[in-house]
Structures are given as C-alpha cells and as structure tokens.
C-alpha cells in the first residue's frame, strides 16, 4: 500500500509540476574533484525524469561519501556510471535526444534533421509502458510467440507530425516509472550498488573492477540483453559466491577481467559459462592444494 501511495504521489506531483523545477542540491560531504560530474549527472537526470529522480542519484551516492576505501576516483566513477545507467536508453529516451536536437537547431536552416531509425524488440517497446498495461500485454506476446518481434520505430524531426509525435513519446516519461523495465532497472542499480559495498567490506582491492562493470549493460536490444545477461553471468558465477564464503577466489577483479574478455556475442554464453567453470576450478584445486600441507601438520 506505502508502494502505491508513493506511486501516486509522484503522478500527482509530476502532473502539477511540483518540484520538476527545483535543482537538486549537491550532498555535503562531496569530494571537491567529483562535484563537476555530480552536478552533470543531476542534470542528466532532472532533464531525463525529473526532480525526484534526480534525488534518487543523490541519496544512492550518500552511501559512498566520507568512506575511507572509496578515494575520490572510485567516487567519481561510481557518480559517472550510475547516472548513465539511471537515464538508460529506451524509446522515451531515444524521442527525447531527437527532440532536444531539434530544439536546438530549430533556427538554423541547414540543420539536416536527419531520421533516426531504431529497431526493438516487441517485449522492449511494451515494457516501457506502465506495468498494469505491460504485463497482459507481455503475457499475450508470450503465447503467440511474438515476444522476440523485431519493429522498426522511426524519430524524426522532419514534418510537423514527426515532431508531434516526438512530444507525446517523449512525453510518456511521466510513466516511466511505473513502467516494467524501469522496475528491472531499479533492481539492477541497486545490486550493482550492493556488490560493490561487499566488494569493499570483502575483497578491497575487487572494488574497482565492480564499479566498471556497469559498462557491461547499455544501449537496448539484443546488446543491451546480451550485456546484462553477462553481467549476472559474471556476478553470481565469481562475485557473489567469493564474497558470500563459497567460492575461494583470492583475487576477483583478476577473474572478473578474464572473464569479460572471454564475454562475446553469443546469447548461449558458452565461451563465458566455460570461462567462469574454469576459474571456479582453478580457485577449487588452489585451496584444496593449500588446505593439504596444513592437514599433514596437524
């Protein structure tokens, strides 16, 4: 019920104009060299979804501040990342760019206004759509099988009605986040957030490698599901189960690299599952081989 109320809230107050105005402030506390790219990133997302999920950047950031093993360095990626990934691309996202192209070149006659074409899949375009009209929808797709359906959207700036039209997508972004992907991306988010403060509480030195691999999951289609099928691959395969007490792996952010570079284009993930099998093993033999002499001590 908390959920629904606070969902409504945020209509409400996103219908009326409240707050979409007001800037968020930066968090006290900032490191002086990250203030620039905190201050781009709560823009990025005022401008993408407006003031209350720019307040949602900076309270997921006060996790981080005034930590002694986050430097100012990981700080600023971790600031930099995370806005990109909260203003992911979807066709809200895509229509609003186009728009924003045009506003600015609207004086100048020799702007090309050329037409930007994209392709998604059926089950991508639906899921930018409020859950309780999402979700039936999807169910549908499934049963007809039309759930992979590519369909080609065009965002064009060039008539009076492609502009039009550029307004009302873009103008679905007061439903974003009700929308299903926006929920799946709030997850994501928050566990690349949680696997890096176990990263820091585990393994330090693992930390960094955590961070970066949020550039494992962008764009749309096949190569954004391809990217973040990989990074849950990586994660609960080698992260999760080394910083849980599993997996006896002494150094991740080593394995995490060997494993992205073995991480191509291939929805079967077999050169990456084989990949992680084989640093599972090699961590498995290296502690049985060590736990030996201390045995035959005892």
């Known amino acids: 019920m908390s959920g629904v109320l606070s969902s409504l809230r945020y209509l409400l107050s996103d219908f009326i104009g409240e707050g979409e105005g007001t800037p968020r402030f930066l968090p006290d506390g900032l490191p002086d060299n ?139 972004r007061r439903w974003r986040r009700f929308s299903v992907r926006y929920t799946k991306e709030r997850a994501w988010v928050e566990r690349w957030l949680h696997m890096i403060s176990r990263s820091l509480a585990k393994q330090q030195k693992a930390a960094p490698a955590i961070v970066q691999t949020a550039t494992m999951v962008q764009g749309y289609g096949d190569v954004y599901r391809q990217g973040l099928a990989d990074w849950h691959a990586i994660i609960d395969g080698l992260a999760k189960p080394t910083f849980d007490g599993v997996l006896p792996l002494s150094d991740v952010a080593a394995a995490i690299a060997e494993a992205r570079a073995a991480a191509v284009p291939d929805p079967r993930q077999a050169a990456l599952k084989r990949t992680i099998a084989e640093i599972r093993a090699r961590a498995l033999t290296e502690a049985q081989k060590l736990a030996v002499p201390a045995n035959a001590g005892r």
């Open 34 to 172: 990250a203030a620039s790219m905190v201050s781009e990133g709560i823009h990025r997302l005022m401008e993408y979804q407006g003031a209350s999920y720019a307040q949602l950047y900076v309270n997921r950031l006060r996790r981080f501040i005034g930590r002694p093993d986050v430097d100012d360095a990981m700080f600023g990626e971790i600031a930099r990342l995370m806005a990109m990934r909260m203003s992911y691309e979807d066709p809200i996202r895509i229509a609003q760019l186009k728009l924003a192209e045009y506003e600015m070149n609207a004086g100048d006659p020799r702007a090309p206004f050329a037409d930007d074409i994209r392709k998604f899949r059926l089950d991508e375009l639906i899921g930018a759509l409020p859950a309780a009209v999402a979700e039936p929808l999807l169910d549908v797709l499934e049963w007809m099988g039309w759930t992979h359906k590519r369909v080609s959207m065009r965002f064009s700036a060039r008539s009076r009605w492609g502009i039009r039209r550029l307004k009302i997508e873009a103008g679905l």
